[in-house]
């Protein structure tokens, strides 16, 4: 490992954590530590992604030492931003903190598992060269053909790239895909000195560990205890299919569900204390949600509408209703006018052009669906699990607001996932099993979240006496954080 | 005390019945199997690769010219519906070796092929039911063992094994319990479809859910802690957290014991080899060796020079792509010929496509749908074929 390569992973780690700490204010215990670089490292390595975009035809033999050094300034103005203005705010978060009974030690069973998998997956990373399909096929190939090729040349449709003159064009058969991925990777090659895939494909597991250390830092905020929060981890950590999109890394499908997880998880924090900075971040990342992949556009669609819908006063929820609606309405418009790349796919596949068909019974789709959540071996028993907690606590689940817009969150793209492939040509994917577990994937962290707050309140080894609160101070911003209100969440 | 009882034999014969269901237990069959018949493996004969007797054991030395072996029995007939199971012993087989059942009947006589499940602790089992071709008359049977597809390159993947017993049994309930525990417990390989789908991914026919058993057992003994003794709030709460974390462990110890197999196959081919070593060990390595060949052969074409790749299979073309980059490629599929001045000067790469043939005389390609493409003839060699374009199309 070359100092570049090890500049690689440090920059956008301080880049990211460092506009999370100025959003949100300066860590000041563990799980605000670790909420801040899980966080950190998605935000900054799509930031990075996204400077290295603006540098098309831009040679690559200098491109990194530059980015590098922007980058870098960057984020040792955010972190002095943080510490100068942003200490001692923010987090105006209840840590609930239980003492952990003579079974305590039993805790250690799932930080072994994860462990355990975690050099596994690791050292699959760094031995294997780039296997699966859609990762040499479409951000990959880019990526390569930047990095090998000496200079960013874009990427243009094929007609462009058949007439082309001087200037290089390039092509593929996923030219119009969202480029955010394929420049993470060119980062990585660059900070590796060249296309050496295990490297290249090696922040996968990075962004494995920043999942899991967001999820925790953001639980623990939210009032859950700290033995249900690692089991929430476990839980998410173990699951097979994420564990295999880590091990066999260069899919999109793991980045988008990081994000997605990040949007839900600052969301319920603005939703419960309302901190500023939480809001500016869910907003960020639902914004580059379909820089990911194009999926993104329908996630932004439905957290949006719910999003605008619960900023409104309750007295004018209708109108707010109204707004989002009509928001959604307005980007769909848009992109039909300018002809986004993403809204062309979505034609192409309800139309069935991109060699999807129809389902010829319903029953065959609703049956892989079941299939691929229930007695494959995906989820192990995530989905049992999920529809129990929410059917056991769904008194919980109505009486609360926060809990409520998750679930519906959740619902809206249950609905989505369901109407695209019973009722569009998608449904080819859906039987074949190629496309719905990834699109499910992107939905497991919201799934998770929703549990785990449903399940914080459940004390199955203690008596309430040895439970305590902790409630770190709170800006002016957020309003007061206390026991009492927190219950309400 | 009865009520104990009781709710302890609900919740055993509960367990039971599932496993019965689960693991496809034939209840009328015996415990053990009525008729066995074991062949050792020296009873074999090579059919494809090299190999030699020894007691016996037939070992396998080397895999023939397309990187497989094949062993088969031949001669006498068996009736397919007197053997439900197969069982089958072998020492070192590589896991980066897939192994298969082969077997013909007189209605077809080639060799048909069949998945297996790959033999842990050198021995597994499998339900001979799960293959539609297995009926009637078996004229010869046999194992095929070739590197695993879309995962290890071919000429890399074979390391001698013997072949120490083939046991074909009839139904029985320690037949199906030994299946059960190959399909469930088993190394399945990583594939192109892993990414997507754990279940699906494995060549070999599968059985029912071990997920679906492990739910319904969990669920069924709560439901007898209900019913029976009466649990009720924080009692069932304790059982039902404990019953699903318990349930979870085993699923994740099951799934960590199978991705420590399938790294153990990655190990065996990277391990100890530098990056420069070990890119070429890619599924495709030969695919991967012409591509080199074609970017030294255009190393000093300009780099706006476009690059138009067609293969005979999608995958193929896909691959061949990123093999050949940095060169500005461009997969005819998507991008099509264009004009005959739009690729004046590129270059084409064909790989194994039969429908685009050189005509000599004429110094161009001709399409099976009758275009013609005059071009340069910069390289050709078996599947791998590198043009120039010189001029325009003509139907």
New interface residues.
């Given amino acids: 490992m070359t100092l570049a390569y090890l500049i690689a992973w440090i920059v956008p780690l301080a880049l990211g954590s460092g506009l999370w700490a100025c959003a949100c204010g300066l860590p000041t215990r563990g799980a605000s530590w670790l909420a801040a670089l899980g966080g950190g490292f998605l935000l900054g390595n799509f930031i990075l992604a996204l400077m290295l975009g603006l540098c098309h035809g831009a040679v690559i033999a200098t491109l990194f030492g530059r980015v590098a050094i922007v980058a870098a300034t960057l984020a040792i103005g955010a972190w002095f931003a943080a510490w100068r203005w942003r200490r001692g705010m923010g987090q105006g978060a209840l840590y609930v903190d239980v003492k952990m009974s003579r079974w305590g030690w039993l805790m250690l069973?799932p930080l072994v598992?994860l462990a355990?998998?975690a050099v596994?997956?690791l050292?699959?990373i760094l031995?294997?060269?780039l296997?699966?399909?859609?990762a040499?096929?479409a951000w990959?190939?880019q990526a390569?053909?930047w990095?090998?090729?000496?200079?960013l040349d874009p990427f243009v449709d094929?007609a462009r790239?058949?007439?082309?003159?001087?200037?290089?064009?390039?092509?593929?058969?996923a030219?119009n895909y969202p480029p955010l991925l394929a420049s993470l990777e060119l980062w990585y090659a660059m900070g590796a000195g060249g296309w050496?895939?295990?490297l290249v494909n090696l922040p996968w597991f990075g962004l494995w560990l920043a999942l899991l250390s967001v999820s925790y830092g953001q639980w623990r905020a939210l009032g859950v205890p700290r033995p249900h929060a690692w089991?929430g981890v476990y839980?998410l950590g173990?699951l097979?299919?994420i564990?295999?999109?880590v091990?066999?890394a260069g899919?999109a499908d793991l980045w988008i569900t990081a994000a997605f997880a990040c949007v839900v998880l600052t969301w319920v924090r603005w939703l419960k204390y309302r901190e500023r900075g939480q809001l500016i971040l869910a907003m960020t990342f639902l914004v580059l949600m379909p820089l990911v992949k194009f999926e993104g556009v329908v996630w932004l669609l439905c957290l949006g509408t719910l999003m605008i819908f619960a900023a409104v006063p309750p007295r004018s929820r209708t109108w707010g209703l109204v707004a989002a609606v009509g928001a959604s309405t307005l980007l769909v418009a848009v992109s039909y006018a300018a002809d986004l790349a993403w809204l062309r796919l979505a034609r192409d596949l309800l139309s069935g052009a991109n060699g999807g068909r129809v389902a010829s019974r319903s029953f065959d789709v609703l049956r892989a669906l079941a299939?691929?959540l229930?007695?494959?071996?995906?989820w192990?028993?995530f989905w049992?699990?999920s529809f129990g907690v929410i059917a056991w606590r769904w008194r919980r689940l109505w009486h609360s607001m926060p809990l409520r817009l998750l679930a519906g969150v959740l619902a809206l793209a249950v609905l989505f996932v369901l109407c695209l492939f019973l009722f569009t040509p998608a449904a080819k994917w859906a039987e074949s099993?190629?496309?719905?577990?990834?699109l499910v994937l992107q939905l497991v962290p919201l799934a998770t979240t929703l549990c785990v707050l449903l399940l914080r309140d459940?004390r199955?080894n203690l008596s309430p006496a040895e439970t305590s609160v902790s409630a770190v101070p709170v800006p002016a911003d957020t309003g007061p954080a206390t026991p009492e209100s927190s219950a309400a969440a | 005390m009865l009520k104990r009882i009781a709710g302890g034999l609900l919740i055993a014969l509960w367990w039971l019945l599932l496993l019965a269901i689960f693991c496809e237990i034939p209840l009328r069959a015996p415990l053990r199997p009525a008729q066995h018949r074991a062949l050792p493996g020296s009873a074999f004969d090579e059919k494809v690769g090299r190999s030699h007797s020894l007691d016996d054991e037939l070992t396998i030395d080397a895999s023939g010219p397309d990187h497989s072996a094949l062993q088969v029995r031949e001669g006498e007939s068996i009736n397919a519906e007197d053997w439900r199971i197969l069982r089958y012993s072998v020492s070192g087989l590589p896991r980066t070796l897939e192994m298969n059942l082969v077997y013909r009947t007189p209605d077809h006589p080639d060799w048909q092929a069949v998945s297996l499940p790959w033999p842990v602790n050198g021995s597994a089992s499998f339900d001979l039911n799960r293959v539609p071709g297995w009926r009637g008359e078996i004229t010869g049977m046999g194992l095929l063992e070739f590197p695993t597809a879309q995962?290890v390159p071919p000429e890399v993947g074979f390391r001698p094994f013997s072949v120490d017993r083939i046991e074909l049994q009839s139904a029985s309930w320690e037949g199906a319990l030994s299946v059960k525990r190959s399909d469930w417990f088993g190394y399945w390989p990583?594939a192109?479809?892993?990414?997507?789908?754990?279940?699906?991914d494995a060549a070999a026919p599968r059985g029912r859910?071990?997920?679906?058993m492990?739910?319904l057992g969990a669920v069924g003994t709560i439901g007898v802690l209900v019913l029976v003794f009466g649990w009720r709030n924080r009692r069932l709460?304790?059982a039902s957290?404990g019953s699903?974390?318990l349930?979870?462990?085993v699923?994740?110890?099951r799934?960590?014991a199978n991705?420590?197999a399938?790294?153990a196959g990655?190990?065996l081919?990277?391990?100890d080899k530098s990056?420069d070593e070990?890119?070429p060990?890619?599924a495709d390595s030969r695919l991967y060796a012409d591509a080199l060949r074609v970017r030294e052969l255009l190393v000093d074409a300009p780099?706006?020079a476009?690059v138009f790749v067609d293969a005979a299979t999608d995958?193929e073309r896909?691959?061949l792509?990123?093999h050949l980059?940095?060169l500005?490629?461009?997969?005819v599929?998507?991008?099509?010929y264009?004009?005959a001045s739009?690729?004046e000067g590129s270059y084409l790469v064909l790989h194994g496509l039969k429908d685009m043939n050189y005509d000599a005389q004429r110094h161009g390609l001709v399409s099976l749908q009758g275009s013609f493409y005059p071009v340069d003839v910069l390289f050709e060699d078996g599947d791998l074929r590198v043009y120039r374009f010189s001029g325009g199309a003509r139907q």
């Fill in positions: 069973v598992l355990l998998r596994l997956m050292d699959e031995l294997r060269p296997f699966p399909w859609d040499w096929w990959s190939a390569k053909a990095m090998q090729g000496g200079v094929p790239w058949l007439e082309q003159g001087q200037t290089v064009l390039r092509t593929g058969t030219y050496i895939e295990p089991i839980a173990s097979p299919l564990n295999v999109h091990a066999l899919y299939d691929g229930f007695l494959q071996y995906n192990h028993l049992f699990l099993y190629t496309a719905v577990n990834r459940v199955w | 995962l990583w192109l479809m892993s990414i997507s789908a754990l279940g699906p859910s071990l997920v679906l492990l739910a709460m304790l957290i699903a974390m349930v979870w462990i699923l994740d110890l799934w960590l991705l420590a399938r790294h990655t190990r081919l990277y391990t990056w070990r890119a060990l890619v780099r706006q476009k995958y896909a691959r792509v990123y980059l940095p500005n490629t461009g997969p599929n998507v991008t099509g264009g004009t739009q690729r």
